[in-house]
């Protein structure tokens, strides 16, 4: 409880309130990795890029939030999956991938700008694939990037959340492998 306290002590109401909405937005994406269906896992991740988005403005991390906000409207997006001939297409993930690195580039402040625009960039790609397990792992080296970012901008949150993301990661897919072969 001290930790906890020591960790507050001398910051201020944004501050704080900014990591509560990232904890939360932590919670639906580690959850998402244990969805059986890519339409579950996609439209989770919504809802936590929308959370994240709020949490990196309050802290001034533009590039981050700017990164959310695609990556929410991509996920809504893929949850149509199966069901739209464009979003079928290689056409869709170009267009966010495009989208992903106009933001990066409009946010630019640091080299460190770069990895939620490259992350993003590369997790269009990802998220398309309509395999869950590839989904899972691929998503690895953008989880690793979200990391690094999040300690250059002190998102604690951020930084919980991209360990827990990795482990559970990790989880669903020895999780789901070993169902596949029993």
């Known amino acids: 409880m001290d930790f906890i306290m020591n960790y507050f002590s001398g910051k201020d109401a944004k501050f704080i309130v900014s990591q509560c909405i990232g904890f939360l937005a932590a919670a639906i994406l580690l ?62 993930p170009i267009i966010f991938a ?23 960039i590369i997790s269009s790609f990802v998220m398309w694939n309509p395999h869950t397990q590839q989904l899972r792992a691929l998503t690895m080296p953008t989880s690793l990037m979200w990391l690094i970012y999040n300690v250059i901008c002190s998102s604690y949150s951020g930084i919980l959340t991209e360990i827990f993301n990795l482990i559970s990661i990790t989880v669903g897919l020895i ?6 072969q029993r």
């Open 31 to 92: 959850l998402s990795f244990q969805q059986k269906t890519h339409k579950r896992i996609v439209i989770m991740q919504a809802c936590s890029g929308l959370l994240f988005a709020i949490q990196y403005f309050m802290l001034g991390a533009y590039e981050g939030m700017t990164g959310n906000l695609v990556g929410m409207t991509r996920s809504i997006a893929f949850s149509f999956r199966g069901k739209s001939k464009f979003v079928d297409s290689i056409a869709c």
């Open 98 to 120: 495009i989208l992903a690195g106009a933001g990066g580039f409009l946010t630019y402040t640091s080299a460190a700008s770069l990895l939620p625009m490259a992350a993003m």
């Open 175 to 180: 999780r789901f492998r070993n169902k596949k």
